[in-house]
């Protein structure tokens, strides 16, 4: 039997050099979705955890100065839980009756919001604006009355007779999801185990920063020093990233709240309620928010400057976001690109499920960009 020639052996290389890079992909697509499916299983075991150690981050800094000030530190954290439970309290005590109370409004009255919608649309496109009929068609055909009682589009009417029709469902069942979920006993074990995880994380901070890679199944070794590299990249990114976010997410609730009581919306605190846990997630949020809110604005008043309004308003939060909140809160130590941060979120909330994967994958992605620097797109220094 003869040897390949060399061309043969190239492409022999070839082949088992893609057939290798496939494998790695596989296995790293079968890794994420495993992990998605694990963080799915077990959420109710960890996102008690996880909002402990946010809320740990929070008051860590606080702990910390009231520990330099010879206070001891268990005592500094019961004196912080204690302060801290009374300015949520506070807030809660104020803002919290009135979410209640808009939220019943809103249940009772989907049914007329949704009928009061199908109307609005119809007249809309009846007579839209006079700066939007130069951008419209002109009807081809001699209007006659359909479904949805539109003469001059039969697709858009059907559409919005099937959104009108399913709004009710959709909320009658999102509504019964949210009663299940918030009257079960492992929710209620969640949030009293927070404040108990909460301090000790804070009561062991320092052990556990120092001796963290003691408990790592490895040898000392270069390999050891790289993985501790990696995990502490990780860590850093997730302490900054969700004690900056939490923050940035109750700046934008508050101005989301105030603007939208400016522009005389309905359900103003309980669309800035939503907001503080939403926009934890960058642009998702703010979108959902917005969307909702123009629906709110056009039921409600039914013509195009009050949802022109709030679209303002949303723009002005995001601008304020991006130019002054974030910077002066973040900074650059998440480092990537507004582009980078839609794709991890998007990526997140599909592969690692709901809104945990989409708040993990953006401090997970500036982790990635980190050792994708140090290992892949720059030569490793001395």
Request: glycine share 6%; net charge positive.
């Amino acid at each position: 039997m003869t040897p390949p020639t060399q061309k043969q052996a190239r492409i022999m290389w070839f082949a088992l050099t893609g057939l290798a890079m496939a494998t790695v992909i596989a296995l790293i697509v079968a890794a994420i979705w495993g992990l998605g499916r694990v963080l799915n299983l077990l959420s109710p075991v960890l996102w008690p955890l996880a909002v402990a150690a946010v809320v740990a981050c929070l008051l860590s800094p606080v702990v910390d100065y009231l520990e330099g000030k010879k206070i001891p530190r268990s005592r500094a954290i019961l004196l912080v839980f204690v302060m801290a439970f009374a300015l949520v309290l506070g807030v809660l005590a104020s803002v919290i009756p009135q979410v209640v109370l808009e939220t019943e409004e809103l249940a009772s009255n989907v049914p007329e919001y949704a009928q009061r919608l199908q109307s609005h649309i119809n007249a809309f496109l009846a007579q839209p604006p006079e700066f939007l009929r130069h951008f419209l068609p002109p009807p081809q055909t001699p209007p006659t009355a359909n479904a949805a009682g539109n003469p001059n589009n039969p697709a858009l009417a059907s559409a919005t007779t099937w959104l009108t029709g399913s709004l009710p469902e959709m909320s009658s069942w999102l509504l019964s999801r949210i009663v299940q979920v918030a009257s079960g006993f492992g929710l209620l074990a969640g949030l009293a185990l927070i404040p108990v995880y909460a301090f000790h994380f804070l009561l062991q901070k320092r052990g556990i920063e120092s001796h963290w890679r003691e408990y790592l199944p490895l040898r000392d070794s270069r390999a050891k020093e790289e993985l501790v590299f990696v995990l502490e990249s990780i860590r850093q990114y997730l302490v900054a990233y969700f004690r900056g976010q939490v923050l940035v997410a109750i700046c934008d609730a508050v101005l989301y709240t105030v603007g939208f009581l400016a522009v005389g919306v309905n359900y103003a605190f309980l669309l800035g309620f939503a907001a503080v846990l939403l926009t934890m997630i960058p642009f998702l949020g703010a979108l959902v928010i917005g969307i909702t809110a123009l629906t709110l604005a056009f039921v409600q008043y039914g013509d195009w400057q009050h949802p022109a309004l709030v679209l303002a308003v949303v723009a002005v939060v995001q601008t304020l976001e991006g130019l002054v909140i974030s910077p002066k809160i973040m900074g650059n130590r998440v480092g990537l690109p507004p582009l980078a941060i839609i794709i991890a979120v998007m990526a997140g909330t599909t592969l690692l499920g709901g809104i945990l994967g989409g708040i993990l994958a953006i401090p997970l992605a500036a982790a990635l960009r980190v050792i994708m620097f140090r290992y892949v797109w720059k030569k490793r220094e001395a």
